[in-house]
Nanobody, 116 residues
């Protein structure tokens, strides 16, 4: 069983930056072969994709965050990261990390609040 734990959320002013981390338990091999994704859910809205990074390093971003967010992973540390810059109030949401491929695991989420 894999557990994902997000950290790094908080309150930041518009234009600021935050770095989210996602720490995974379990086998490093299992972590390395799966895709990692970041999703977010704002109040009253559906959960949406923010970014994904495959085991091979292929990256995909939502249009709304391109050029502002950077996703990365460190397989040796079983960790994923989401560097967020030029934050906007509309980025306010609970951010979740996800590991998927053979199985599908989600973290509990971390709140990001961007004040105007």
């Amino acid at each position: 069983q894999v557990q994902l734990v997000e950290s790094g959320g908080g309150l930041v002013q518009a234009g600021g930056s935050l770095r989210l981390s996602c720490a995974a338990s379990g086998s490093p091999f299992i972590f390395s072969i799966n895709t990692m994704g970041w999703y977010r859910q704002a109040p009253g809205k559906q959960r949406e994709l923010v970014a994904t990074i495959t085991s091979g390093g292929n990256i995909n971003y939502a249009d709304s965050v391109k050029g502002r967010f950077t996703v990365s992973r460190d397989n040796a540390k079983k960790a994923g990261y989401l560097q967020m810059t030029s934050l906007k109030p509309e980025d306010t949401a609970v951010y979740y990390c996800r590991m998927f491929g053979g199985s599908d695991y989600w973290g509990q989420g971390t709140q990001v609040t961007v004040s105007s």
